[in-house]
Nanobody
C-alpha cells in the first residue's frame, strides 16, 4: 500500500501563490506516476497535473497550464504543486493521487491511491 499526505493548503487573495506538498510513504517503489486533482463544491473532480515518478513526463490540465507547476523530489518521496496567479475559480479541495499505471492519465479512475485532500480558497 501507498499512503499520501497533502499539506500547504490555505486561503490566499486572487493573484497570489501557494505551494502544495504531497508526501508518499509505504510501497513507493510501485508508483509510476503521481498527480494532483481538485474538486470544487458541486463539481466533478478535475485533473490538474501529473508527473512521472521516475523520468520526465508531465501533463497539465488546460485550466492551469502556464500558472501551475508540478515537480518532485524523489529522495524525499514528495511531489509539489506550485500555484501562481491564483483565481477564485481555483478554489477547491486539492487531492494528491498515485498510480501504478505506466502512462500518465487525466482520468481519476486510473489512480490507485489518494490523499485526504487539502483545501485551497482564493478570495477575490
Amino acid at each position: 500500500q501507498v499512503q499520501l499526505v497533502e499539506s500547504g493548503g490555505g486561503m490566499v487573495q486572487a493573484g497570489g501563490s501557494l505551494r502544495l506538498s504531497c508526501a508518499a510513504s509505504g510501497r513507493t517503489g510501485s508508483i509510476y506516476h503521481m498527480a494532483w486533482f481538485r474538486q470544487a463544491p458541486g463539481k466533478e473532480r478535475e485533473f490538474v497535473a501529473a508527473i512521472r515518478w521516475i523520468g520526465i513526463n508531465i501533463l497539465y490540465g488546460d485550466s492551469v497550464k502556464g500558472r501551475f507547476t508540478i515537480s518532485k523530489d524523489n529522495a524525499q518521496n514528495t511531489v509539489y504543486l506550485q500555484m501562481n496567479s491564483l483565481k477564485p475559480e481555483d478554489t477547491a479541495v486539492y487531492y494528491c493521487a498515485a498510480t501504478r499505471g505506466l502512462s500518465a492519465s487525466r482520468g481519476q479512475y486510473d489512480y490507485d491511491y489518494w490523499g485526504q485532500g487539502t483545501q485551497v480558497t482564493v478570495s477575490s
